[in-house]
């Protein structure tokens, strides 16, 4: 008896298709969320190789992003999360957050610090939201990082 196996597709070739489905039927990243009921900053990073999808998840927008079982299977495994294609980010967007890193990380440490102790912001226990606040002079994004805060122990 003879058997077929579906090939495993590379991460990179599942992100390259859900990105043409999604441009080609207009889906947006709150849409995919509402479907199963997750922020969209962590279904579009689910979506983009960096976060793990359950099979629950995968199989709640297969059929909006025509995802075969085998694809699912991969977005169900363990990513390398912050696999940038280089160590400092050429993205405009993606440059912004290492320049206020660069610019405001030590103030945020320590005020964080002087606020909670020794310790560091969860990036495991974690949420992001990104909202859009009117301006007269021109509309800004908002984005609010929460992250649980984790001490560091004495041994």
Do not use: H, N
């Amino acid at each position: 008896m003879t058997t077929m196996t579906e090939s495993v597709p590379s991460l990179e070739q599942i992100v390259t298709k859900i990105e043409s489905i999604k441009i080609a039927k207009g889906l947006s990243w709150a849409e995919l969320a509402g479907k199963i009921g997750q922020a969209p900053v962590w279904v579009a990073a689910a979506l983009t190789g960096q976060c793990s999808m359950s099979a629950e998840d995968c199989a709640a927008i297969a059929d909006d992003l025509e995802l075969t079982e085998m694809e699912c299977k991969v977005l169900q495994g363990y990513p390398y999360r912050g696999s940038l294609p280089q160590a400092i980010p050429s993205d405009p967007f993606v440059y912004r957050f290492y320049e206020i890193m660069q610019v405001y990380g030590i103030a945020m440490k320590q005020v964080t610090q002087e606020e909670f102790g020794d310790g560091i912001m969860s990036a495991i226990d974690f949420s992001i939201d990104v909202e859009r606040e009117p301006d007269p002079k021109g509309d800004r994004v908002k984005i609010t990082f929460s992250g649980k805060f984790l001490p560091y122990k004495k041994f």
